[in-house]
Every structure is written in C-alpha cells, then in structure tokens.
C-alpha cells in the first residue's frame, strides 16, 4: 500500500502570521478572533468516494479547478486525494487504482468552530495548502484555503469600514464645571445631496432638546447647513464635528481636497466655483461661507490648493461676561 | 392665520399638510438655499420653484412650516417622503413667485395702505 503520510505543504517563505505581532490592526485582529472557521470554510464539497479511481479523483479534480478532493462516505471522512497522490499514482502506473488505497490519511483537520486565528495558526505551523473541517460530530462539513480566507477577510473588512464611515460619533455629558459638553461627528460624502442637511437638522434637534434660545439654535444650525453643504458641493467628503463645551458651539468642517485657490475670494459674497446643475438644485450662490461668518461669533477657514480645507465656526452659547 | 385659512384663502391645491393649524406669520421667495437660510422668518411659507428633498431641510431648519411649489412643479417622491417625515407642509400653484407672494400679503393683510 503506497498511502501518503500526510497532506502535501505549500511553498515555504518567511512570513509572520496574521495575530502574532502587534502591529496588526485591531479591527483585523477583532475579526480574526470573532469569525469562526464555519464562517470562512466552503461548505458546498466536492468528494469522492473510497472506492472511486484515482483517475475519477483526478478527472473531478480538473472539471472542478480543485487541487484536492476529500475521500468521503456518509459524512465520515477517510482521506484526502491531492494532487501530489495523482502525480505519484500517474509515476508508480496506479492511477486506475481506488482513492481508498492512495490517498493521503493522516491529516490534520480543524473544527468548524474554532476562531479564525486558530486556523491561520495551523496553516502557518503545517504550511498546508487546505485543511478538512469537521463538526462536532465529527462529520465533514467543509474544507478551508488560504483563498476563501482573503475572501472573508475582504467581505468583513468592507463591511467594518462601511460601518465606521457611517458611525457618528457621539459623546454626551458636562465638561466638568457644570457647563453642557456635546460632541457629535458627522461623515459628509461628496454630492449625498440625498442627505444633505441632516446633520445640520441633528443638531437642531439636540439644542431644542436643550431648550437653547431659537436665535442661538439658528445660528448654529445654519453654520452647520452651509458647512454640511459645502462638504457635499465642493470638498471629495468631509467630516463635520459639533462640539458644545465652555459655553460655546463649535462646528468644524474638514476635507481632505481639492482646497481652495483664493480663500478671500471664496468668502466674498456671491463668489462660487459650483457648477450648472448644482446651482440648479439652489446651491452655489455664493453665499454659504458669508453665511457662516455672518452667523458666527469667530471664523476662521484655512485651505491650500491641492491639499484640504478646515472651516470653523465658534458661537457663544452662554454670555462671556457670566 | 393658520395654515389651512391661508391654503383655502391662497387657492393651493394641497398636496401634503402635515398640520393645518399650524401659524404662518408671512412668505418669503427664494430659490437660492442660502438665501432662505439667511433670510428666511421663522413661521414664513417658502415660494420656490425648487422641487427636491434639500428644500424641506432647509425649512425645517429656519422653521418655515410649508413650501408652495410655483408654476405647478411635480413634487418627486423623495420630498413627499421627507415633508412627511419632517412635517413640512408642501402646497401647489400655477401662479408664478410674484403672484403667489401677493396673495400672501393680501391674505394676512400685509402691505395693504403701505
């Protein structure tokens, strides 16, 4: 009997697993810890019984673009036939011979409910190429490569950074001298004219809930309009944060581009650089930055060419002389 | 004068009012959102001919409690559903900006013996 001893490994290479520095980014090494291997594995199996010829195993192999099959029966799994086995059948002229006598046996299988990170280690212990999973039962329930982890990885890393974009930040409470403490913070992405106005409509709510005097509320809502809109007309996207402390409101929009030529012509009145149809929409009068400025009680904007554009707004909410 | 008198007064078809009673102290037209942001009295109706959901946030942030949409402009389904949400009143006329507005005043009496 010419059984293989054990699953063929891929090339090694220097490399450190993912998890085991700690430069690795938390969020991936949270992910790596929180998806278990029944998360990641494929689970749709191509197998081949013990009884089916290497030459089956070899044919399923190539129909399917595989580089190994699972000798099962019944959910029980007996080996796995790997490329190397076919190769060494072909050479000794036993390739019409049953899978059951040449595939390799003595594997090293994970459980499907091991947390990723304990895969990536017996990936990078055995530098295997895949590895069978079985369930508590130890029943086959699917198989695991390097390529279906990427593809996990990616889909959860996507999904986590869509998360973050959209997540406001939020911090409530006082500032420790009995004054009211709010911080909000709001994603602006370029031309979401659907959205346009809701963080600005956000605030507004909160200073209600405060019971701030209307003409304060006003003020500080239409600074954060006219920022929020300038974001979406003009910036690539932007953050907007609001932050209430020591008695006064500051909002602060910031962008990472394009940035502005000529920032004394841009906060003059009725100066624009907006386009056909988003003036169309009544934006692009010219008017937004004179508006911030009108509404606030300090100003400020910096910007440069080809780099960002950091607006802020200050209003006293509370009287300076109390 | 509430809302609905100044819809019946006016000749609006209304297309959503969200509270009929509500108090409207005046008008002001613009079709410029920073002007309405600037400019606009809490409690006026906002005459415009801008048909989209950015109109209504913009009035419910300088309280403006309904847009009159001039020369009969369709209203997208996008700003029904924000005026809903937000309670924005949203009216429709065949009368242009002038015209709408001058009903305005003669309905609540402004600029009559001026």
Same mark, same amino acid.
């Given at each position: 009997m010419s059984t293989s001893d054990s699953q063929p490994p891929i090339a090694s290479e220097e490399r450190t697993t993912l998890g085991e520095t700690d430069n690795d980014p938390i969020v991936l090494l949270e992910l790596i810890q929180r998806l278990k291997v029944r998360d990641v594995m494929t689970s749709n199996l191509v197998t081949v019984p013990r009884d089916a010829t290497m030459q089956q195993a070899q044919e399923l192999m190539r129909q399917k673009k595989i580089s190994s099959v699972p000798v099962e029966e019944k959910g029980r799994l007996f080996g796995l036939v790997s490329i190397d086995d076919i190769i060494r059948a072909l050479v000794a002229g036993t390739i019409h011979e049953s899978c059951g006598r040449h595939m390799t046996t003595k594997l090293v299988v994970l459980e499907d409910d091991m947390p990723l990170s304990f895969a990536l280690r017996y990936f990078d212990r /055995? $530098? /295997? %190429?895949?590895?069978?999973? #079985?369930?508590?039962?130890?029943? *086959?329930? &699917? #198989? #695991?490569? $390097?390529?279906? #982890?990427?593809?996990? +990885? *990616?889909? =959860? @890393?996507?999904?986590? @950074?869509?998360? *973050? =974009? &959209?997540?406001? +930040?939020?911090?409530? %409470?006082?500032? %420790?001298? &009995?004054? *009211? /403490? +709010? +911080?909000?913070e709001f994603p602006i992405c370029k031309y979401d004219f659907e959205n346009a106005g809701k963080a600005a409509n956000q605030i507004k709510q909160v200073l209600q809930e405060k019971k701030l005097p209307p003409k304060i509320i006003r003020r500080i809502a239409v600074a954060a309009y006219e920022l929020e809109i300038n974001l979406c007309v003009h910036s690539d996207g932007g953050v907007l944060s609001w932050q209430i402390s020591n008695g006064r409101s500051e909002i602060v929009a910031r962008d990472a581009g394009p940035g502005i030529e000529d920032v004394e012509w841009a906060c003059r009145d009725g100066a624009s650089t907006a386009n056909e149809w988003i003036r169309s929409l009544g934006f692009g009068a010219g008017m937004g930055l004179v508006n911030v400025r009108r509404v606030s009680d300090e100003f400020d904007i910096k910007s440069k060419k080809g780099s960002g554009t950091t607006v802020k707004s200050i209003i006293y909410i509370e009287d300076k002389a109390s | 004068m509430t809302l609905n008198a100044l819809i019946v007064a006016c000749g609006w078809e209304p297309a959503l009012v969200p509270d009929p009673e509500v108090e409207v102290s005046g008008a002001y037209v613009s079709d410029l959102l920073s002007d309405v942001m600037a400019h606009c009295p809490d409690g006026a109706v906002l005459i415009t001919v801008q048909n989209h959901t950015n109109s209504v946030a913009v009035c419910t942030l300088v309280g403006a409690p309904a847009i009159v949409l001039v020369h009969n402009r369709e209203i997208p389904e996008e700003m029904q559903a924000a005026a809903s949400r937000e309670g924005v009143a949203l009216l429709r006329t065949t009368d242009d900006q002038f015209h709408a507005a001058l009903r305005v005043g003669k309905a609540l009496g402004i600029g009559v013996g001026e």
């Open positions: /055995y $530098h /295997y %190429g895949r590895f069978p999973v #079985i369930n508590r039962d130890r029943q *086959l329930v &699917g #198989i #695991i490569c $390097h390529r279906d #982890i990427n593809r996990a +990885l *990616l889909v =959860e @890393l996507t999904q986590e @950074l869509h998360r *973050l =974009e &959209g997540a406001s +930040l939020q911090k409530d %409470g006082d500032d %420790g001298s &009995g004054s *009211l /403490y +709010l +911080l909000r | -």
